[in-house]
């Protein structure tokens, strides 16, 4: 998480003194080619170092009624599905007072 931080720190002190003096200096066009660069680095170093580390195994065919059964026997997934349904109740006023804008949802 700490890490996630600085990050996103590191990230907008690029934004707000790097990138916003060139959108003045060259325009809007200029900073979309900048940021799609930028995209286009990152989807290729993705692509070069993330690696599958998962174990090559096949699973059993889990049913739904084993995934309840270990929701049931665990207090701290019981409160985390209950948090998740909470949390994300609000898109559903959000979206009949707004008639669907999705631009209103995240």
Known sequence: MAFNGLMMGFASIVVFAALAPIEK????????????????????????????????QKQGGQGLGEIFRVVNNSPSLKASYLCALITRADMIIIATFTGGDSSLMS
């Open 25 to 56: 200096a060259r325009g809007v066009e200029s900073l979309f080619n900048i940021v799609a660069g930028i995209a286009a680095a990152g989807a290729l170093c993705t692509w070069i170092f993330l690696k599958d580390r998962m174990p090559e």
